[in-house]
């Protein structure tokens, strides 16, 4: 079972408002897209494996996202952790279309698509460090041993898969997963998680899991100039909204919608923390203080007073 959904991760959510907010002319769009689109295929892949996962039984405890600090202060993060009374499973998702060749000399992996030729770190030693760090941490909390394995999980099954014999006791398309996991559980009798061992891990888990900084306009070196001012018609992209009678309207193709601001003040909300009116005038282009503080009450955002001025924040 699941204890928590696949959350999306900060990174991916910040990087698609950007794509909302800054104009498609901007120097850093084309970066920020192709980021976005690789990051996106990434979650993507661990959804495609949360889907195969429901089909295995219930008393396997299924973690995604995890995120711990190791034995030398540093994090080490995990695609997805599954915890049963007997063993433990560290898997390592991937969404990568084409060829993956696995040289078992060199250790090399390489990629060959329609895009794209080259080298790629290998997945298996990814999911190995993750393996041997997660051990570690469950040793120094409960002072025993958990037989731990690790697996890579390819999203699509038209990725076709190249390399020595031994490379496909670790990697698998994400549908196989679940008859791999049916295999490995015949090989242990011994329970090493209690239920009470259980219970404390899964608390352990959730209070040690620390989710990964991420400041788009830090990582992107943008300022709140480079945003776009005004919201552009989503219909024929040419023409900036006008605000008339409470309604947003195109001049150029006559396009109109009550609530094309939400959307764009959401994705502000997605990267930054709170708006201000004057924040919310400049963004959407208005020209009256009024409208703009009566649109952000009208999101249900909740006031946040400060010294000079009110801002307004996503309710929790």
């Not at 995890?66 to 433990?88: E, G, H, M, P």
């Not at 909300?269 to 409208?291: A, D």
Request: proline fraction near 5%; aromatic fraction near 10%; include cysteine.
């Amino acid at each position: 079972m699941f204890t928590k959904s696949g959350e999306e991760p900060l990174q991916l959510t910040m990087e698609k408002a950007l794509l909302t907010l800054i104009p498609k002319n901007h120097e850093k769009y084309k970066e920020i897209e192709v980021n976005y689109k690789k990051n996106n295929a990434g979650y993507k892949g661990e959804l495609e494996l949360d889907y195969h996962l429901n089909f295995i039984p219930n008393h396997y405890y299924i973690i995604p996202g995890v995120r711990l600090l190791n034995d030398v202060k540093q994090y080490f993060q995990v695609d997805t952790l599954i915890i049963s009374s007997k063993f433990a499973i560290i898997i390592e998702s991937k969404s990568m279309y084409g060829e993956l060749h696995f040289d078992s000399i060199s250790g090399q992996v390489t990629r060959k698509s329609e895009y794209f030729t080259g080298g790629i770190p290998n997945p298996i030693l990814q999911a190995q460090r993750q393996k041997v760090q997660f051990q570690q941490w469950f040793n120094n909390h409960f002072q025993k041993e958990i037989p731990c394995y690790h697996l890579v999980s390819i999203r699509s099954p038209e990725t076709i898969l190249h390399g020595p014999s031994s490379i496909f006791k670790y990697v698998y398309h994400a549908e196989q997963i679940p008859n791999k996991i049916d295999a490995l559980s015949v090989n242990h009798t011994k329970e090493i998680v209690t239920p009470y061992i259980r219970k404390k891990l899964l608390s352990l888990i959730k209070e040690q899991h620390t989710p990964a900084p991420f400041d788009a306009m830090e990582f992107y070196n943008l300022q709140k100039s480079d945003l776009m001012n005004g919201i552009t018609c989503p219909n024929c992209n040419q023409d900036i909204l006008k605000r008339q009678s409470s309604t947003w309207f195109c001049n150029r193709c006559l396009f109109h919608s009550k609530n094309a601001h939400i959307h764009i003040i959401n994705s502000y909300l997605s990267i930054f923390p709170s708006i201000s009116v004057k924040e919310c005038q400049t963004l959407l282009r208005l020209s009256s203080r009024f409208i703009a503080r009566r649109l952000l009450i009208g999101m249900n955002l909740l006031p946040k007073n400060q010294r000079k001025s009110t801002t307004y924040i996503k309710p929790k």
